[in-house]
């Protein structure tokens, strides 16, 4: 065999592993040169050709001619007598070039090529799938879900690299099947026992703002900056937006016309409430944009502790509240203030915590309603009962008779 063809013996490398042909010779190369290193000594002298357009790899062996009593090493210098059996011109002290064909190598030494390449691609595509998502870090993927487990779903990106999106990652009420379509932002990308291990999320607050990048051009460009987001996944978010344009209106641009733009934002979400408020450095006023729906009637604002005391009216505490309390929870993180809600003394001379009502209404129930921030018998009689069974896990009928037993203790 006059030289070592490669193109038939690991085409199914480059087949399988979607490796381009350059990129293959470069490897054959290096696993060569470390074998021919192992097998004639660190000092001798080779020289590797690889031809990318026939697809074929040539190995040179280069020795010195000697006298015939002064090799002292086979590898690195060959007699004279021995040289002009090849080529009768040569002299001593030039050099002899031999082509190492695929016979020189024993059975066990083909094997160990195989077994290295093999290695050597598996690294190179680990490599670059590491380099690659690193870099992607913060963007937005779309897979197909391959498997669904328990703890985290298996998907597949469009070149068949394994993403995981774990429990923690999804929002609660995700539901997916194999072979769906799924988008998610890479959130983490680490190297575990030498493989790369990508964790893409739904939850992380920067889905939220690649999900407004994609579908409000001005904050795409700049005109628009997001300065801060907040989530309760599959719940509630509130996003706090900039404009330096005088001309744009932040909000109006980020919901769109009747709601055009936050509409897709709030389907992908699964419904999640997104409340976008503009965001200002006037730290009261902030607050009480970040407190939205609720209405606030005065801010006592304690700098040093970051705390804020927030007045409203009754039928505004609920609000500001919220279900499962995540309305005021994101305003406290949204602001980065401690806020404690407070009802306005004027309008509460007369009403009754419900906690008073212990022996008439089961104690589950008041912490069901304390929950939505109705602490006192008017703050539920002053919200509809339709409101109170939407924004509570009570029956229609349990929400009836605790009205009754409510408006009995004023008649």
Same mark, same amino acid.
């Given at each position: ?43 001798? &002298?080779?020289?590797?050709?690889? $031809? ?16 015939? $009593? ?26 002899? =070039? ?74 609660? %009420?995700?539901?997916?099947?194999? @072979?769906? $379509? ?10 575990? $026992? ?11 607050? *920067? ?44 909000? @109006? ?12 934002? *709030?389907?992908?979400?699964? &419904? ?9 450095? &006037? ?14 009637? %005065? ?8 705390? /804020?005391?927030?007045?409203?009216? +009754?039928?505004?505490? %609920?609000? =500001?509240?919220?279900? !499962? !309390? ?46 939505? @921030?109705?602490?006192? /018998? ?11 069974? /939407?924004? +509570? ?19």
């Amino acid at each position: 065999m006059e030289h070592i063809n490669l193109v038939e013996t690991f085409s199914e490398f480059k087949d399988f592993k979607n490796i381009d042909r350059e990129t293959l010779m470069r490897i054959l190369e290096d696993v060569f040169h470390s074998l021919l290193t192992k097998k004639f000594g660190e000092e001798a &002298n080779f020289d590797i050709i690889v $031809n990318v357009d026939k697809g074929d790899l040539e190995i040179w062996h280069y020795r010195e001619i000697v006298e015939d $009593n002064e090799v002292e090493d086979e590898h690195l210098e060959i007699a004279f007598s021995d040289a002009i059996k090849i080529e009768p011109d040569f002299e001593v002290g030039d050099e002899f =070039a031999r082509q190492v064909s695929l016979v020189d190598f024993g059975r066990r030494e083909i094997l160990s090529i195989r077994q290295n390449l093999v290695s050597k691609i598996l690294d190179y595509e680990k490599d670059n799938v590491y380099k690659k998502y690193k870099e992607s870090v913060g963007d937005i993927i779309t897979g197909e879900v391959y498997q669904v487990w328990k703890k985290e779903i298996l998907v597949l990106d469009d070149e068949g690299i394994e993403l995981l999106l774990p429990k923690s990652e999804q929002i609660p %009420s995700d539901y997916y099947r194999k @072979g769906d $379509n799924i988008r998610a932002v890479v959130s983490k990308v680490d190297m575990r $026992n030498n493989s790369p291990v990508i964790i893409i999320s739904r939850t992380d607050p *920067v889905f939220l703002e690649r999900l407004f990048e994609a579908e409000v051009p001005e904050i795409y460009d700049g005109l628009i900056t997001i300065k801060k987001i907040v989530r309760a996944p599959g719940e509630r978010a509130k996003i706090a937006v900039e404009s330096y344009d005088e001309r744009i209106d932040p909000v @109006g641009a980020c919901v769109g016309m009747k709601g055009s733009r936050i509409h897709g934002i *709030v389907r992908e979400l699964k &419904n999640e409430n997104i409340d976008v408020i503009n965001f200002t450095e &006037n730290t009261p006023l902030l607050i009480q944009r970040a407190l939205s729906p609720a209405k606030v009637t %005065s801010i006592k604002i304690d700098e040093e502790s970051d705390r /804020a005391e927030v007045y409203m009216k +009754t039928d505004q505490v %609920s609000l =500001a509240i919220g279900k !499962g !309390g995540y309305n005021i929870k994101l305003a406290c993180q949204l602001t980065g203030y401690e806020i404690d809600v407070y009802r306005d003394s004027d309008t509460d001379v007369e009403d009754v915590d419900l906690s008073e009502f212990v022996d008439e209404i089961d104690e589950w129930i008041i912490k069901e309603l304390q929950k939505i @921030g109705c602490d006192t /018998a008017k703050s539920v009689l002053e919200l509809e009962e339709k409101d109170l069974v /939407a924004r +509570t896990d009570l029956e229609e009928k349990t929400i009836l008779e605790v009205v009754r037993i409510l408006k009995a203790e004023f008649e």
